[in-house]
């Protein structure tokens, strides 16, 4: 495992898209795991900006998104759908039909979160997962909520107080946020031949020292990570001021 931990925050939105350029320039049919959130929006300005200057090409790439809430609307604001096509995917040139994301909108989240798992399992194995950290002690990742098993599939999720909090601050009306979502499990996730985990600022510091110091558990399912054979903790100053190093 790799904890890389970068001075200025935007040298890891750099790196971050060094990451993922190489990827995609090494096998240009590559298949990425792609997280949502604040953290990271500099990852795909870097990404698009990239694209259009000529030097990335996702015609061939497949990206999966890790989690959706539900229920929500596509023409919500706040919804993981709405959020990848203006921050990503429609600047960019990847076919519609290689972005995957769980609909949140769908009749049955348990039929949904099957359809997706099998839309996982015809991919196989992911080139590249990149991942954010859950607010506070939850140390989750996609919408992998404590506790959550390394078995774990696609499924539809609880959210947590303190995800609910946090995110909440992100609709239009924090109590219209939907209680649920549909994630991605870290079964899945663990098909990524390479897993990026990418944590910004002071308020990710516990996190980050339970997942990196903390039992290897349930009730904080990013530190299953640790058991990954290719994992990379990429880190500002600040995500990493809890750390003993
Ligand atoms: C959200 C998403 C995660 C994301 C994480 C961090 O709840 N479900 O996929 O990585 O929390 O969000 P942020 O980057 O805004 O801190």
Request: aromatic content about 8%.
């Amino acid at each position: 495992m790799e904890i890389r931990v970068e001075k200025e925050v935007e040298n890891v939105d750099l790196v971050a898209g060094k990451i993922v350029a190489e990827q995609l320039k090494k096998k240009p049919a590559s298949a990425f795991i792609f997280p949502t959130g604040q953290t990271p929006l500099g990852l795909y300005a870097n990404l698009v900006s990239l694209f259009k200057k000529g030097k990335i090409d996702f015609k061939n790439a497949q990206i999966f998104n890790l989690d959706e809430y539900y229920p929500i609307k596509h023409q919500n604001p706040a919804s993981y759908f709405y959020y990848m096509k203006k921050n990503l995917i429609d600047q960019i040139n990847i076919r519609l039909e290689n972005w995957h994301i769980p609909n949140g909108k769908a009749a049955s989240p348990q039929k949904e979160a099957e359809k997706y798992e099998k839309e996982i399992k015809q991919v196989g194995k992911f080139d590249l997962a990149v991942l954010g950290l859950g607010p506070g002690t939850t140390c989750h990742i996609g919408f992998n909520e404590p506790p959550s098993s390394l078995d774990s599939v696609a499924r539809y999720m609880s959210l947590s107080r303190q995800t609910l909090k946090v995110n909440s601050t992100l609709f239009t009306n924090p109590q219209d946020i939907p209680t649920g979502a549909l994630t991605m499990g870290i079964a899945d996730i663990f098909r990524a031949k390479k897993v990026v985990l990418i944590a910004k600022g002071r308020h990710k510091a516990l996190g980050v020292k339970i997942a990196l110091t903390g039992p290897i558990s349930e009730t904080a399912p990013a530190s299953f990570l640790r058991l990954h054979p290719n994992v990379t903790f990429l880190l500002d100053q600040e995500a990493a001021s809890d750390l003993p190093i």
